[in-house]
């Protein structure tokens, strides 16, 4: 039972334009929420994060949406450049579980010249 | 800092042979995590340890797997005997709260 999904394996765009990345979850008790960066032959990197209080949280290209109602939330870059090619993992993690982290399969974002 | 340390980065070798991956993670970390990264299952906790004691193990796949983490600078992942379905990059990651730090992985190919 995977409580965290990411259902787009890939996802390609164009150069400047805006990179939408999309994760749902079904635990109701998760309220930590993050998104890790993956280039090849390296490990995940942290990239941004948001808690359940909050709707929406912005690092400069990134932007973070959560709907809690919707059990979802996704990450926004605007705007793209090729240097963000890797796959990003969504995680999320409950109240009270020592920082342990569900994570997505994760989506290969390739975003062409 | 030299952030999360893992060894080896590749690792070959036999069905039913012994694999020892090694992991230390940050100075003044509290929390230790071993995942383990496959195109099916994508990334997979597999155990992690909270000031040296293992917390939660259930994500070990069964008794061929077994971790370790005899001190706050150290830990080991093994499989014995390995087999070719083992065959994933293993991930060591270390935190103080939320935000962890990956090493770079370890790819076992059990052939």
């Known amino acids: 039972d995977q409580q965290v999904k990411q259902n787009s394996p890939s996802l390609s765009v164009q150069e400047g334009r805006i990179s939408i990345l999309n994760c749902d979850y079904t635990n109701s008790m998760f309220d930590y929420f993050l998104w890790y960066k993956k280039y090849p032959a390296e490990g995940p990197t942290f990239l941004i994060s948001?808690?359940?209080?909050?709707d929406k949280n912005e690092d400069g290209r990134f932007t973070v949406f959560l709907n809690k109602s919707a059990k979802h939330l996704s990450l926004h870059i605007v705007p793209s450049q090729p240097g963000d090619s890797a796959v990003y993992f969504c995680a999320a993690t409950p109240r009270g579980s020592n920082y342990k982290l569900t994570f997505g399969k994760g989506t290969l974002l390739t975003v062409n010249p | 800092d030299a952030g999360v340390i893992q060894s080896p980065r590749h690792e070959v070798t036999e069905m039913g042979q012994e694999v020892t991956l090694r992991c230390k993670p940050i100075?003044?970390?509290?929390?230790l995590f071993w995942y383990r990264q496959t195109m099916m299952r994508g990334l997979e906790l597999l155990i992690y340890f909270n000031n040296n004691v293992p917390i939660d193990d259930s994500g070990m796949p069964e008794d061929r797997f077994s971790a370790k983490m005899p001190n706050a600078s150290f830990s080991t992942l093994k499989i014995q005997p390995s087999e070719p379905r083992d065959s994933a990059v293993y991930f060591c990651?270390?935190?103080?709260?939320?935000?962890?730090?990956f090493g770079s992985g370890t790819r076992l190919t059990v052939v």
């Open positions: 948001i808690s359940s209080i909050k």
């Open positions: 100075s003044g970390h509290n929390s």
């Open positions: 990651a270390s935190s103080m709260g939320y935000g962890y730090t």
